[in-house]
């Protein structure tokens, strides 16, 4: 039976295209920064995101990491939302690894946080407290049905940190999912922050790796912080040529996924005991809950798996599924099937 993996875009492989390019790679040693296929693929990330460097990590999670390590000394404050991945999903790595202080405010069901929660939070220069030093966003937002951040409320937050002399680094694991999905160009994004991480192996199908852009200066420190938490790595750019292919090649078919997730959404909405508010979801990622009386959460992901859908369960109630390359409509269509087949079965 072919399974139908909706857990996450991670499950993406990579094309013919990148496993080509992957094996015929020009490489040399990253760390002595002779390795001419991360150079590309790090200066066509930096042009792409109108950033001045960028450097290559193994994950979100390091890329995150080592920003956060990048403009925080120890006991340094960082306002960011309490659904945030570098909040919820990252081992702690901010407050273990750097000694850096989360300061969680709510997130908005739009991934956004108020602008005067933020305000509120910024805190006095008074010994007794730690001192803020920077706001992260995520775009888009993961734990927010993966909702795209708009342009202007990205400039707002910038603005409202220029004020308070603050910095501010964006999540964009998918953030080129936030630009199909406006249909604008990602520096309209990246103007409003000064450092972003992007993942190439989520929609983007890349096997490995993040980047992390910024200025130049914040990049040559961020390299320091690389290779203290393990990151600098060797001939990596069997790695990177599928971040060129993927950078070249994958961004416009995002719409297609954003196009299944719609189309899987409505299916969904449609079967009795699921709720779902189709009109949430604007990218890659769906949200629906089982009702409490028809079936939980971690029942209906165990009865999908025996019909080949494979999704998450969240919490009691909810699941998540998330489209990406290699689903096609037919495939939705067979995971919206399985769903009604499993709870229609009771
Ligand atoms: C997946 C994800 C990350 C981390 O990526 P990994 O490569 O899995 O470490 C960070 N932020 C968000 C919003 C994500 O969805």
Do not use: W
């Not at 400039?155 to 694991?173: K, M, P, S, Y």
Request: charged residues 25%.
């Amino acid at each position: 039976m072919k399974k139908i993996d909706l857990r996450s875009d991670t499950v993406t492989l990579p094309t013919p295209a990148m496993r080509q390019a992957m094996a015929n790679a020009e490489l040399g040693d990253d760390v002595f920064g002779d390795d001419p296929t991360i150079n590309r693929l790090e200066e066509i990330a930096a042009q792409k995101l109108n950033k001045e460097a960028a450097v290559f990590v193994a994950s979100g999670t390091m890329g995150n990491l080592v920003a956060l390590l990048t403009h925080c000394g120890r006991g340094d404050e960082v306002i960011l939302g309490d659904k945030a991945h570098s909040f919820r999903a990252e081992a702690g790595g901010m407050a273990a690894l750097g000694g850096i202080h989360p300061m969680p405010l709510a997130n908005q069901p739009d991934g956004t946080l108020k602008l005067d929660d933020i305000r509120s939070a910024i805190r006095p220069d008074d010994e007794h407290y730690p001192k803020t030093r920077l706001i992260v966003l995520e775009n888009t937002h993961n734990a927010c049905y993966g909702t795209p951040l708009l342009p202007a409320y990205m400039q707002a937050v910038f603005a409202l940190a220029r004020e308070n002399n603050l910095r501010v680094h964006t999540d964009g694991a998918r953030i080129f999912n936030a630009a199909v999905a406006q249909n604008v160009d990602v520096r309209e994004f990246t103007q409003s922050t000064d450092s972003i991480s992007f993942c190439l192996s989520k929609g983007l199908s890349c096997p490995v790796g993040s980047l992390l852009c910024g200025p130049r200066d914040f990049i040559a420190a961020a390299r320091r912080n690389r290779k203290a938490v393990g990151g600098g790595m060797r001939q990596a750019g069997v790695l990177a040529a599928a971040g060129i292919v993927a950078l070249e090649t994958m961004i416009d078919r995002l719409a297609e996924d954003h196009a299944h997730a719609k189309y899987l959404a409505e299916q969904l909405a449609d079967i009795p005991g699921i709720d779902l508010d189709v009109d949430r979801v604007k990218t890659n990622i769906v949200f629906f809950d089982a009702q409490p009386n028809v079936m939980s959460a971690p029942e209906l992901r165990k009865r999908l798996e025996r019909e080949g859908v494979l999704i998450l369960d969240t919490n009691a109630t909810r699941l998540r599924a998330v489209t990406h390359y290699g689903i096609e409509r037919a495939d939705v269509e067979d995971a919206a099937r399985a769903v009604k087949k499993v709870i229609g079965n009771l």
